[in-house]
Nanobody, 117 residues
Framework: QVQLVESGGGLVQPGGSLRLSCAASGYYTINVMGWYRQAPGRERELVATITRGGNSNYADSVKGRFTISRDNAKNTAYLQMNSLKSEDTAVYYC????????????WGKGTLVTVSS
C-alpha cells in the first residue's frame, strides 16, 4: 500500500503563489507522481505529472504558471503555483503509481486551495 499526504493549501489572493507538497510512504517504490484538482461541481482533472526521471507533463491551463518537481530520496512531490487565478480554486489531490503495482493509482485526501481577494 501507499499513503500520500498533501500539505500547503490555503487562501491566497489572485496573482499570488502557493507551494503544495505531497509526502509518499509505504512498501512499494513510487513511480509517477502527479497532481489533480477538483473544483465544486466539476470533475477531477489532471494538473501535472512527473516521472521518476523528472519528465513532466502539464495541463494547458497551468502551463507557464505551475511547476511540478520531486525529491526521490524523500518520496516527496511538490507543486509550485504562481500567478494564481480564481479559477484555480479547487481541492488538489496528490496521486502516484508504483513500480510494483503498475497502473493502479493511489490518492491522497486532498488539500484545499482558494484563490480569492
Amino acid at each position: 500500500q501507499v499513503q500520500l499526504v498533501e500539505s500547503g493549501g490555503g487562501l491566497v489572493q489572485p496573482g499570488g503563489s502557493l507551494r503544495l507538497s505531497c509526502a509518499a510512504s509505504g512498501y512499494y517504490t513510487i513511480n509517477v507522481m502527479g497532481w489533480y484538482r477538483q473544483a465544486p461541481g466539476r470533475e477531477r482533472e489532471l494538473v501535472a505529472t512527473i516521472t521518476r526521471g523528472g519528465n513532466s507533463n502539464y495541463a494547458d491551463s497551468v502551463k507557464g504558471r505551475f511547476t511540478i518537481s520531486r525529491d526521490n530520496a524523500k518520496n516527496t512531490a511538490y507543486l509550485q503555483m504562481n500567478s494564481l487565478k480564481s479559477e484555480d480554486t479547487a481541492v488538489y489531490y496528490c496521486s502516484s503509481t508504483t513500480l510494483a503495482t503498475g497502473t493502479r493509482i493511489y490518492w491522497g485526501k486532498g488539500t484545499l486551495v482558494t484563490v480569492s481577494s
